[in-house]
Nanobody, 121 residues
């Protein structure tokens, strides 16, 4: 099970940090990632991190602004979002899988309930 938190309303240029805590069958050895879905649009990959935190990967539009990290002792993954833009407004979902987090999200084992991020102009 995954529980995401940290969403809210922020002005453009501001920052937010999302958290996603894993429990139950979600292990600290799982790959984890973040996706988002804006109103009227499909699910979009945001970032992913290898189980040991050694490798991260970002969608082009968030590179340099967002940072994904994890604390395996707490079984938690974070998404630090800086310099937020109006177009970052979306429901953000965390995901976990023992093998990988494909950019399509297909086949990912576990999904958390989303947390809404609203960026105002």
């Amino acid at each position: 099970q995954l529980q995401a938190s940290g969403g809210g309303l922020v002005q453009a240029g501001g920052s937010l940090r999302l958290s996603c805590a894993g429990s139950g069958r979600t292990s600290s050895t799982f790959y984890m990632g973040w996706f988002r879905q804006a109103p009227g649009k499909g699910r979009e990959f945001v970032a992913r991190i290898r189980w040991d935190g050694g490798i991260t990967y970002y969608e082009d539009s968030v590179k340099g602004r967002f940072t994904i990290s994890r604390d395996n002792a707490k079984n938690t993954v974070y998404l630090q979002m800086n310099t937020l833009k109006v177009e970052d407004t979306a429901v953000y979902y965390c995901a976990a899988d023992p093998v990988s987090i494909p950019m399509s999200g297909a086949g990912v084992r576990s999904w958390g309930k989303g947390t809404l991020v609203t960026v105002s102009s």
